[in-house]
């Protein structure tokens, strides 16, 4: 339970950007400590959660990019992912206009249930934050996040940055706005070898996507399948 | 004192057996292996009744069969290899080292299995071992189920067969087609120096033999062969179809030390595009279904290949996802087929017991690392042919164009004097109307290109600019809930305008910020089918502090339809923002000021078109300007690039519309009607 007094660990590796989150933390009578590596960088999530631990907190506010100055050599989100894998709730950073929210961060989406932007971080966020993440751990899935199995309709594939990306159309959550999500995500090799040797589109997969949800960085992605092509026959008669 | 041994439970038969050895092919491939490490030159597979329950499987190779002590110390032995994996067999090949978990899970596919084996070495001598798994239910430890070893006399030649009855389940077609391909690539189809060729008596067999037998090597566009030498280092070498050096890597290509056993990679690269294959004997369609079935990088151990190197699905290089950066100069697992070569006399490399391939130790990881080393360096050689390539090309061109000009030079002086002058006269003149197109090309890649550099810089700074000022916001917010629990109710009267300001160009600071790093994303370049009135908005809305600093009034007027267009989100961001800031600019030096600044963006459905109009109560387009406004340098903004208004046009173009300005519209202002094809109901 998330409440006043609860330990919480804030990681990131900007000093400041720690302190304001830490600041913040605080003044939602959180009891904050700010996480600073004691041999060089983290280079597992591991590592961290081992030091977290030393720190007794039982929950944590995380940044995404902990690589850009070398604090650690994974992501926040893979973090915040191996958090909610041990039961911790935590709060996932992100500034507004991140392109991490199609990559790096929608490749551990399914885990973090709590993606704040950093610019509206305030007591009231961070608890509800922590309390989402909490409830959902707990077994209580809200709307949102339910996942339902349903029909990807893939229109292509590029590179971003050096992550290789699918761009998507999920009819159940909105027929006109495409989704990207890094290829990564399909975890059978042969669907995602035949999406990067094709030519030809679309292509249409299932998987499990949380399709109430209302913005498309929410939408996580999971346990893709080929789909059959549809039947075009009656187009013939 | 009293002492004990470890004991096994029968249970370790299943855990070891079914749940390591899942599938019907990879258990048989197993003892395939293990005929393989025998000397057999043969060895054939019949499946009889296996399409239902209860089938039969019967493995035959004239292999070196086994003794009496073979049997029992070494073929009933699980877990330990008999034969020394350092030391070469009669016909020069190294085991491949199996330890009889393989054999084991194979044996358990069925309720009865038969060994029946000859030895070499004991001519006309016969030994057969019948097991059957149901003795092995009735009681708690392996051991106390004693297997008789039968000898008898056979005329046969030495060899060994196994018997495996009453499949405990079904193969399905697909495990067979499997099984087939499997056994085909098992010995290494390139090439067959061990003379080891294992066969399965089964329809799909001869079908799948077929088509990987055809070998279309001969048709590769070109062939890559690395080697890693004993002492860790690489080279590498590209041939063309004739089998002519094309590249070969020079010291420093490979500027590391791999820390794997000496190995050979070798790769068929295919063009699998009509001009390539014009004039050959196969066929695009022939050389795919092949590739299809043997397509990818296998890797081969000792001899024999190791699953799932190679498989469908199992892109161990990752020349998939690398194909993606650059499909036209990268080979793929279905353009490609090749295969890494180890002989590993040390043992460096180790099987996982489940026989899924090897266990990613440093050995392995040095072998992969190599492989996909030396295709990058390929990679890097076919970039340096292609800008080799397009500067061949250039400098042809203006060869071109000088012989042209002299022969049109010649042609003009075999012309009647009359005639020459006004020719020449008509020359002069398309040279110079050519001239300034020219000219203006230059002018216009230049401006692209500076800013290109521009946008470049400006998302560098906005990235890192972006921390800061996001923080910021959060933390005037917290200052001032610190300051208001503070100082109560004096916080209205002291601090709460300073505060507001504060905080007004905090927010104004972090929105600039994010600005440009949202025009910059690239999924807004991918061409796609938009909502027009979806993007203008968000593209208004992105814009919005930058309206509201300059006072101005932004409405959108859209039509209630959606209207579509195939294009990108960034086109039209491009288009909507250029003639925003066209419009600010322009109320910036209007006088005297209006009373109040206002701009309208509107969607209209016309016909087949969208027209998109953006409207403004500034002062309108300068009559001086009003026909070159288009070009790209002219501006009536002492600041500005002048690029703005050319890259709108430019973009509508590009979308397959027009754009058109009206000096003075109907707000008084300048007013542009940007028309783009529209997508019909059912496009």
């Known amino acids: 339970m ?10 990131d590796d900007v000093p400041d950007y720690a302190e304001t989150a830490a600041g913040i933390a605080e003044e939602a009578g959180l009891t904050p400590t700010i996480i600073e590596p004691t041999h060089g960088s983290f280079s597992v999530p591991n590592d961290l959660l081992e030091q977290i631990r030393t720190t007794r907190s039982s929950a944590v506010i995380c940044d995404h990019r902990l690589s850009d100055r070398g604090f650690a050599s994974f992501t926040g989100a893979e973090f915040v992912s191996a958090l909610y894998q041990e039961r911790i709730p935590a709060v996932l950073l992100s500034t507004f206009s991140s392109i991490d929210d199609d990559t790096s961060i929608r490749l551990h989406r399914v885990h973090i249930p709590s993606l704040v932007d950093r610019s509206f971080l305030d007591p009231e966020i961070v608890i509800g934050g922590l309390e989402r993440c909490d409830s959902e751990l707990s077994g209580i899935i809200a709307p949102d996040r339910k996942s339902w199995r349903t029909l990807v309709r893939i229109e292509g ?8 990306v699918a761009d998507a159309i999920i009819h159940t959550w909105n027929p006109v706005s495409a989704v990207r999500f890094p290829l990564e995500l399909i975890e059978d090799r042969a669907i995602r070898e035949n999406l990067c040797d094709r030519d030809t589109w679309p292509v249409r997969l299932f998987a499990r996507v949380n399709v109430g949800c209302h913005n498309g960085s929410e939408l996580y992605f999971q346990d893709f399948e080929s789909a059959p092509e549809p039947c075009m026959d009656y187009l013939a008669s | 004192m009293t002492s004990a041994t470890f004991r096994f439970s029968t249970d370790i038969l299943q855990r070891l057996g079914e749940e390591l050895i899942t599938g019907l092919d990879q258990g048989i491939v197993e003892l395939v292996k293990n005929s393989y490490d025998a000397d057999a030159l043969t060895c054939t597979v019949e499946l009889s009744g296996t399409e239902d329950l209860g089938g039969r499987v019967v493995i035959t190779d004239d292999g070196d069969g086994m003794s009496a002590s073979d049997i029992r110390d070494g073929w009933l032995v699980l877990g330990r290899s008999r034969k020394d994996p350092g030391s070469l067999t009669r016909r020069n090949r190294l085991p491949a080292g199996s330890k009889g978990l393989g054999r084991l899970g194979a044996l358990r596919l069925g309720e009865r299995a038969l060994l029946v084996t000859r030895p070499i070495d004991e001519p006309g001598i016969e030994y057969s071992v019948p097991i059957n798994w149901a003795d092995f239910s009735g009681t708690d430890v392996v051991d106390n189920v004693a297997l008789d070893i039968h000898r008898s006399t056979s005329d046969s030649k030495p060899g060994t067969q196994i018997v495996i009855e009453r499949l405990r389940s079904r193969a399905t077609a697909g495990e067979v087609r499997r099984l087939a391909r499997e056994l085909l690539l098992l010995s290494d189809p390139f090439r067959d120096p061990e003379g080891f060729t294992p066969e399965l008596i089964a329809s799909e067999f001869k079908d799948i033999e077929q088509l990987v037998r055809s070998a279309y090597f001969d048709d590769c566009e070109f062939r890559l062969v690395a080697q890693l030498n004993d002492n860790g280092r ?11 050096v094309k590249w070969s890597s020079r010291r420093g290509d490979f500027d590391r030390r791999y820390s794997g056993p000496a190995a050979t990679f070798e790769l068929w690269a295919f063009l699998l595009q009509r001009k390539s294959f014009e004039g050959r004997a196969a066929t695009i369609a022939e050389v795919r279904r092949w590739l299809d079935q043997v397509g990818g990088v296998h890797l081969y151990h000792r001899g024999l290949r190791v699953r799932p190197y190679g498989d469908d699905g199992h892109d161990w290089l990752g020349m998939n996802l690398s194909r993606v950066r650059d499909p036209e100069l990268r080979p793929s697992t279905n353009t490609s087929v ?14 996982k017991t489940d026989r899924t391939g090897f266990i990613e130790n440093q050995a392995f990881r040095a072998i992969r690392k190599f492989a996909i080393d030396a295709l990058e360096w390929m990679h890097k050689e076919r970039l340096a042919e292609r800008r080799e390539r397009e500067t061949q ?3 042809a061109s203006r060869r071109e164009a000088a012989a042209a000009d002299t022969n049109f030079r010649r042609a003009i002086e075999k012309l009647d004097p009359s005639a020459r002058a006004t020719v020449r006269q008509a020359a002069l003149e398309l040279e110079s109307a050519r001239a300034t197109e020219r000219d203006q090309l230059r002018d216009e890649l230049s401006l692209y290109q500076t800013l290109a550099s521009v946008g470049t810089a400006v998302s560098v700074f906005a990235h890192e600019i972006e921390g800061p000022a ?36 905090a927010t104004q600071v972090a929105r600039f910020a994010t600005l440009p790093l949202n025009l910059l994303r690239r999924s807004k370049r991918r061409r796609t089918i938009l909502n027009v009135n979806q993007v203008i908005e968000e593209t208004v809305t992105l814009f919005e502090p930058y309206l509201v600093d300059a006072q101005v009034a932004t409405s959108c007027e859209f039509t209630l339809e959606m209207p579509q267009i195939r294009g990108s989100v960034a086109a039209i961001e491009a288009i909507i923002s250029n003639l925003i800031t066209n419009s600010v600019k322009a109320f910036k030096r209007q006088l005297p000021q209006p009373s109040s600044r206002r701009i309208v ?21 300068p009559p001086q300007l009003a026909d070159s406004i288009w070009l790209p340098g002219v501006t009536s903004d002492e600041n500005g690039t002048g690029m703005g208004l050319t890259i709108v046009r430019d973009t509508a173009t590009d979308l397959g519309g027009r754009a058109k300005a009206i000096q003075s519209g109907e707000l008084g202002g300048a007013e542009f009607l940007i028309e783009l094809p529209r997508l019909g109901e059912r496009s």
């Open chain 2, 338 to 351: 090749g295969r890494v070569t180890v002989r590993d006399e040390r043992e460096l490399l180790l099987q």
């Open chain 2, 393 to 395: 090309r250039k400098r």
């Open chain 1, 2 to 11: 998330i409440g006043v007094g609860t330990r919480v660990a804030v990681v």
């Open chain 1, 157 to 164: 594939v590029s590179q971003e940055s050096s992550t290789a």
């Open chain 2, 601 to 621: 963006v509107r969607t209209i459905l016309l016909n087949d078109n969208v027209l998109i109009s953006v409207l403004d109560n500034g002062p309108g387009i």
């Open chain 2, 234 to 244: 690489a080279s590498a070498k590209v041939y063309d179809r004739s089998g002519t």
């Open chain 2, 470 to 505: 996001t923080d910021l916001t959060a933390s005037v917010r917290a200052v001032e809930r610190r300051a208001q629990n503070a100082l109560k109710h004096d916080y209205e009267s002291r601090l709460a305008r300073q505060m507001n300001a504060v905080k007004r160009s």
